[in-house]
């Protein structure tokens, strides 16, 4: 495994602009594989900083609904409260650090959000991988969301 496996730093799209990556995303061209986890954080960040939380997390949601519907058919990869949690962390770091303008500056900042367990800082195992969170939205068992 590479330190940038390691780090979450793996990306499929950093050769693709801010502006390429929602096209494609939104025209469901963008080959699944290149989706990544920082990819995911990525389209987040964009989404966040176009809209208010509450309208750029029912764009993710959609958006990410429709591309699994697209390449896989189904919904089974989708998982609600990591959806809404990743989102919610995102926006918590903006906040921090509004002033950065370029994701991998960003990320280089933030790289916490590049963990891909980063959310077992406020949900058990258990409840984050249970059933129920992974249909609809769970409340943190562990501590608030910042």
């Known amino acids: 495994m590479s330190q940038d496996e390691k780090l979450g730093r793996v990306s499929g799209t950093r050769d693709l602009s801010d502006d390429q990556l929602v096209s494609m995303i939104s025209s469901l061209s963008l080959p699944n594989e290149r989706f990544r986890h920082y990819d995911h954080v990525r389209l987040a960040w964009i989404f966040l900083r176009e809209a208010e939380l509450g309208p750029a997390t029912e764009r ?8 699994g519907l697209h390449h896989r058919g189904d919904l089974s990869r989708y998982h609600d409260t990591l959806t809404r949690a990743f989102m919610h962390l995102v926006a918590a770091h903006i906040r921090m650090t509004p002033d950065i303008y370029s994701f991998d500056d960003f990320a280089n900042h933030h790289a916490s ?4 367990q980063a959310l077992l800082h406020f949900y ?3 409840l984050l991988n249970g059933q129920r969170a992974r249909g609809e939205w769970v409340e943190p068992d562990l501590r608030g969301l910042p």
């Not at 993710?60 to 591309?67: A, E, G, H, Q, S």
């Not at 959000?113 to 891909?116: G, S």
């Open 60 to 67: 993710m949601v959609v958006t990410l609904k429709r591309v």
């Open 113 to 116: 959000l590049l963990d891909k």
């Open 124 to 126: 058990s195992d258990d």
